[in-house]
């Protein structure tokens, strides 16, 4: 199974990013899907998360700019990023329990490669 990220990029302050992250090989079924960053210089942190049955997590001060989403059936996770700060700068990583169709009761924590935001002042 792999994560796959896309849609980071460089954007000026104040713009909006659109992140994406699928899911693909021998998938059964998959229970929360989130993201989380690491800026320069700084620790592993919670951007968002969003359960299976739908439910959004937020980490602080994330709620106000950040929606996250997902479409089930196309394995995707997304990140709608508004109002960028610098601060936002980071790379970000997705992550997802993931049960493989050769074990469907067990769910396994999975990380994507990350994706690159750059927020210029």
Known sequence: ????????GLM???GS????CEASGSIASINHMGW???APGKQREFVAMITDEG????????KERFVIS???????VYLQMNNLK?????????RAGV????????????WGQGTQVTVSS
Do not use: F
């Open 17 to 20: 990013l659109r992140l994406s």
């Open 55 to 62: 439910r959004p997590k937020y980490g602080d001060s994330m």
């Open 70 to 76: 997902r479409d089930k059936p196309k394995h995707t």
């Open 86 to 94: 610098s601060e936002d700068t980071a790379i970000y990583y997705c």
């Open 1 to 8: 199974v792999q994560l796959q990220a896309s849609g980071g």
């Open 12 to 14: 000026q302050a104040g």
């Open 36 to 38: 989380w960053r690491v």
């Open 99 to 110: 049960a493989q169709v050769q074990n469907k009761y067990a769910y396994y924590d999975t």
